[in-house]
């Protein structure tokens, strides 16, 4: 499967679709990320979601709309695991 068929831009080119697969893997990366990260520091993982929330929302103030489109064009879509049955 190829990348055009994974992620496809609205007309408005406000929004992208992404496969379900992919969204929920990002997600529970995430937050495996952010536990872990809560583990090694002893912060709380309610601290951590609102620090990197911040720092995310921080840096995509700063993002030109090319840039964003930039990020969009380039986003490589891996492959999860086999799905359960």
Do not use: H
């Not at 495996?32 to 929302?57: F, H, N, P, R």
């Not at 030109?64 to 489109?69: F, L, M």
């Amino acid at each position: 499967m190829n990348n055009e068929n994974l992620m496809t831009k609205a007309p408005n080119n406000e929004s992208v679709t992404l496969p379900k697969n992919f969204y929920v893997l990002n997600i529970l990366a995430m937050g495996v990320a952010i536990q872990i990260l809560a583990k090694i520091t002893g912060e709380s993982i309610e601290a951590w979601k609102d620090y990197i929330g911040s720092k995310a929302s921080e840096q995509y103030r700063q993002l030109s709309a090319e840039k964003i489109q930039q990020i969009v064009d380039t986003t490589e879509i891996l492959q999860p695991p086999d799905e359960p049955k």
